[in-house]
C-alpha cells in the first residue's frame, strides 16, 4: 500500500524524504502536504512545489536563529536541505537542468547555515584529490575535545550526496561515540551536477586520499577507522576495502557483487558481453523506456539517473560501463573485519552472500533485514533505527569500542 502517492514515481521519491523523519530530516505533515499540492502534477509541479516547502522552513529558520534559538533554526534548515533535494530528484540528466544547478545550490547554502549551529561540530570539508581539484565532505565530531575516537568514513551511493548522508548516518554514529566522516566522490552530489565528474569503478583511488585527510586529524583513532558505503556505495566500499590496510572494517549496505550479475542478459550471454550482445538489443529496450509506454521509474533509473552518472550516451554504453565494475577479482584481499547487509526487497543486495562467501576476512557477518520487521526495503530506509542498533553493536564488539 503506497504512503504518500499511488504514482509510482512520486512514491518513491516521496518516501525517501519522508522516511529520513527518524532522523530529522523531514515531517510527516509536510511531505504530505506537498503531495497534495502536487495532486496529478507533472516534474514541474513537483519541482516548484517542494521547492516552496524548502523555502517556506529557510524563512522559518532564519528568523528563528536570528532569536536565537538554534535547536529550531538548524531542525528547519536541515527539513529545507531534504526538500530542496526531492525537489530536483525528477530533473535527473544531461544536459544538466538549470534548476536543478540552481536547487542542489541552494541546498548547499542551507546546510552551511545549519552546520555551525549543531551541539557537536560540524565541519564543512575539501579533500583535496589533485592540483586544484577536491571532494566536497563533512565531517562530525563526537565532541569539541581531541580525544581520538573511532571514525567512520562513509561513502555515498548513485544519487544521493553529504546532506542526505548527514540525515541518514551521523546522529546514530554519534549517539555511540564515533566520529563520522561523509564524502562525495565523483558521480556523486556537486563533484556530478557542478562539475559534471563521472563515477568509475576503482574507488581504491577515491578513498586513499580520504584516509589520508582523516589519519592527520587528532580527533580520530587510527587504528579504528572503519569504511562504510550504502547503496552503491555497498559495492565501492569493499571494493576500496580490497587495497586497504589502513582500515579496521568495513561495512556494506547492501552487499553486492560483480555488476555485470546484474545485466538483463541470459547467463551464457554474460560471459561474452558486451561483444556478444547486439548493440540494437539494448537499442530496442531504450526506445521502449522512453516511449509512452515505458517505465517512468525505470526511465528515470536507467535512462535519466543511469546514463548521467557514469557519463555514458547510450543504455548497451550504460550495461557496458556497469560491466566494469566487480568485486571477484578482489574480494579475498578483503583481511578487515567486514559487515554486510541484505533486505530481502531489495534487488540490489542480491549479491551479498557471494561477497561474503568470498571475503578473506577471518570475521565477517552477513544481516538479513526483513519485511516482517519492517526493515525489508532498499538500505532499510523503514527501519533505521533497527538497522542501525544490529549493525552497530556488532561494530562495537568487533572494535571493543565502550559508548
Known sequence: MPWLSENPLWETFATRALFSATYGGADFGECARALERIGDGGADDWHREWTAQAEDLVELADARAAAGHNVSAREAYLRATTYFRTAYLPLFGAPTDERLRQTF???????????????????????????????????????????????????????????????????????????????????????????????????EHIVAPVLDHVLERPEVDAGAIVLAGWSWGGFLAPRAAAFETRIAA?????????????????????????????????????????????????RWRLLQRGLWVPGVNTLHDYFVELARYELSSVAA??????????????????????????????????????????????????????????????????????T
Open 250 to 298: 568495513v561495512w556494506a549496505d547492501p552487499g553486492q557483487w560483480d555488476q555485470r550479475d546484474r545485466l538483463p542478459l541470459a547467463e551464457h550471454e554474460k560471459p561474452t558481453f558486451p561483444d556478444g550482445v547486439e548493440p540494437d538489443r539494448f537499442a530496442r529496450m531504450e526506445a521502449h523506456l522512453r516511449s509512452q509506454a515505458g517505465d517512468p521509474l525505470m
Open 333 to 402: 584481499d578483503i583481511r578487515c573485519p567486514t559487515l554486510i547487509t541484505s533486505a530481502e526487497d531489495d534487488p540490489i543486495a542480491i549479491g551479498a552472500p557471494k561477497l561474503h562467501a568470498a571475503i578473506g576476512a577471518q570475521r565477517k557477518a552477513l544481516f538479513a533485514f526483513t519485511a516482517a520487521e519492517g526493515a525489508g526495503g532498499h538500505c532499510e530506509f523503514e527501519g533505521r533505527r533497527r538497522f542501525h542498533q544490529r549493525c552497530f553493536d556488532w561494530l562495537d564488539d568487533t572494535l571493543q569500542h565502550a
Open 105 to 203: 545550490a541552494r541546498e548547499c547554502e542551507v546546510f552551511a547555515k545549519a552546520a555551525p549551529l549543531w551541539d557537536t561540530p560540524v565541519e564543512l570539508v575539501e579533500i583535496p584529490v589533485g592540483v586544484g581539484a577536491s571532494l566536497p565532505a563533512v565531517f562530525v565530531r563526537r565532541d569539541d575535545s581531541d580525544r581520538p575516537r573511532p571514525t567512520i568514513v562513509h561513502v555515498n551511493g548513485y544519487d544521493s550526496n553529504v546532506h542526505e548522508m548527514f540525515v541518514a548516518h551521523s546522529g546514530a554514529a554519534l549517539r555511540r561515540g564515533y566520529n563520522i566522516l561523509l564524502f562525495d566522490g565523483p558521480g556523486q552530489g556537486r563533484n556530478l551536477i557542478r562539475d559534471a565528474l563521472a563515477m568509475r569503478p576503482d574507488w
